[in-house]
């Protein structure tokens, strides 16, 4: 364990730098199992993440040195399970304070917590609870964000990263600095319960918001417009049959 002096009150204090490891999230998770109790705002950063997990089991590439691929052990045992969804908004708004500033006005939340510059997704989010009876145990905090990679596999064809964007480079410790600086505002507005605050903020921000847009839900492409996003993170949607509720896995977003 590596002490830390980011500004931030107590979210990377305790910083752990590796070079190598598959998965930051794993590593944080055994971690927690297997030392004793972790402080909250434990941060693990690896230079190289080389099976990063995305959602829906996918894998988050990411080159060696290139980008900031870290994991933050939270305790939001403040919060029933009901309103888990609260700390994916709180954390997708921290990613999108420090890169707005950097980016412009192109940065947006894709539902529910893909950050994009301009369509092109810039980073991802990926949260694991532990649940202990109708309380969160812990939240371990896994954030994948491009910053100096140019290139990436022929798969991800709308991946994008801060270099591509400034044509320059950018330094990863100072990022991470801001990164948790920013997750820590945010985390205390749910601490707080300013759920109204940041329910505003994210729909502020969320990619095709009050579109006209087409989507694919089950198999069938359709036209609908974001309408808004239910207390525990479901995508409303007005079609032209009326509204429509969706979860995660059932809706892709068509960008062609």
Request: charge should be neutral; proline fraction near 3%.
């Amino acid at each position: 364990m590596q002490n830390n002096t980011f500004s931030a009150l107590f979210i990377g204090q305790n910083l752990v730098k590796l070079s190598s490891v598959a998965s930051t999230n794993n590593y944080l998770k055994e971690l927690v199992s297997n030392s004793g109790p972790l402080v909250e705002g434990t941060v693990i950063m690896a230079d190289h993440q080389f099976a990063g997990k995305g959602q829906l089991q996918n894998v988050w590439e990411s080159e060696d040195g290139k980008n900031l691929t870290i994991s933050i052990l939270l305790k939001p045992t403040f919060l029933t399970v009901g309103q888990q969804f609260e700390l994916n908004k709180a954390v997708s708004l921290a990613l999108l304070d420090v890169l707005s500033p950097l980016l412009g006005p192109e940065v947006s939340i894709k539902w529910p917590n893909d950050i994009l510059v301009s369509g092109k997704k810039i980073a991802g989010i990926l949260i694991e609870n532990s649940v202990q009876g109708s309380r969160w145990k812990q939240a371990v905090v896994g954030i994948g964000l491009n910053v100096n990679q140019t290139q990436f596999s022929p798969n991800l064809t709308r991946a994008t990263s801060i270099k591509n964007v400034l044509q320059t480079e950018y330094n990863l410790n100072s990022l991470l600095a801001d990164l948790c600086v920013a997750v820590e505002r945010r985390y205390l507005q749910v601490r707080a319960q300013k759920f109204a605050d940041l329910h505003r903020d994210y729909l502020q921000h969320l990619f095709k918001f009050g579109e006209q847009s087409k989507f694919r839900v089950a198999n069938e492409l359709i036209e609908a417009e974001i309408m808004g996003v239910s207390p525990t993170g479901l995508l409303e949607l007005h079609t032209s049959k009326g509204t429509q509720i969706v979860g995660f896995k059932e809706i892709a977003f068509c960008f062609d």
